[in-house]
């Protein structure tokens, strides 16, 4: 037996227009990718943060930026402008370790106190205990002083230190001291994208005419286009998951380079294609030419529709100062409806893909689970 739960109007109009969500949310999403690798932003944020987490006041030491100037990570480097993403955190506790052991200011602290005991065989382990025992006791010193205790407590076998372990156990500790952070970065970065994402929505939305009340309506009073965005999302929904979770702008972390910069334009173009062809075959109304002139009277209908006044014994009569202010011959309530379109657009937008193609799944999921079951 099949089950029309997609005949029902207000499910089709509530599938269509969150499949235009998911459309317009996924064309932003690519935009802001290619804003992202063109300024190299995730790496230089993740930089910026590294910086302010990492500096020391108390022995003025940043660093964040001896981290980023070591040989190590230079190596990934593609320029002061450009620095990498996704760097191991395992790499960066190696060399956290070896510039704390190396630092000139440890080194004319130890020059003044030549004498002093060596506990270690390994010279890296030596400098490094004296470092975080001499420098000033500022957060990060005090942080890396504690994790060095720490493995060496763990590292005594047999009363004596096995300074393998003991390198092994610090580096471990500082890598999931980096991981934790890299998780806050990560959730710091997805504000911000969200609000940036909401921008380029709101102006992707006023650029194209995108109003998600005049959708709501267009859809309404028309079923063959809820239909026929019904079977687009159908027949290319692998595709357009795939670009959801390809393009996850708020918590991807993708290298900046030509080629991946060359295949997101690529995707844009091909992507607003499909768009544009769908909006042409559906008469969608989206677009600066008679689609405005359509939305507006859409909108000017929506008012005129609540302003009417029912009486007692259920009959209409005509609204009392329906007609408003006017600017250019259209309503000002009509263009604030529209105003309100286009923040609709961007907020849906600013949520993300990932969150409407999933929205989308799980309808289908369950639609075709109540389908089997009857």
Known sequence: MEIGFFSSTIVQVAISVIISWALFALLCSMIHEVIVRLKSE??????TK???????????????????????????????????????????AEVLVDIVANCQAAKILKFNHPNQAALFQQ????????????????????????????????????????????????????TIWFEQ??????????????????????????????????????YKGNPTA???MIEFYAKNKLQLE??????????????TDSLALIDTKANIAGLAKQMDSLKNDLELPIGWDQAFRETMKVNSNI??????????????KAPKNSGGLIFFGIPLAAILFKILGFIISAFAASIGAPFWFDLLKKATT????????V
Do not use: C
């Open 242 to 255: 795939a670009f959801s979770v390809k393009y996850n702008t708020v918590t991807e972390v993708t290298q």
């Open 303 to 316: 008012i005129q529709q609540n302003a009417v006044i029912s009486k007692t014994d259920g009959t209409q």
């Open 366 to 373: 369950v639609t075709s689970t109540i389908i089997k079951k």
């Open 50 to 92: 590294i910086n302010e987490k990492l500096f020391d006041g108390s022995n003025q030491i940043n660093w964040g930026i001896l981290i980023y100037n070591h040989s190590s990570i230079k190596l990934f480097t593609k320029s002061e402008k450009a620095p990498p993403v996704g760097i191991d955190p395992k790499t960066m």
């Open 123 to 174: 010279k890296l382990l030596n400098d490094f205990d004296f470092a975080t025992t001499n420098l000033g006791q500022s957060d990060v010193i005090v942080m890396l002083r504690k994790t060095f205790d720490k493995a060496k407590i763990k590292g005594i076998e047999n009363q004596s230190f096995n300074e393998e372990k003991i390198y092994s156990i610090l580096i471990d500790e500082l």
């Open 42 to 47: 995730r790496g230089r944020f993740y930089r």
């Open 226 to 228: 809820r239909i026929a």
């Open 181 to 218: 952070f890299n998780n806050r970065t990560s959730a710091w970065y997805k504000k911000l994208s969200q609000k940036r994402l909401f921008a380029v929505g709101f102006l992707v939305a006023l650029a194209a005419n995108v109003d998600s009340v005049a959708l709501f309506e267009y």
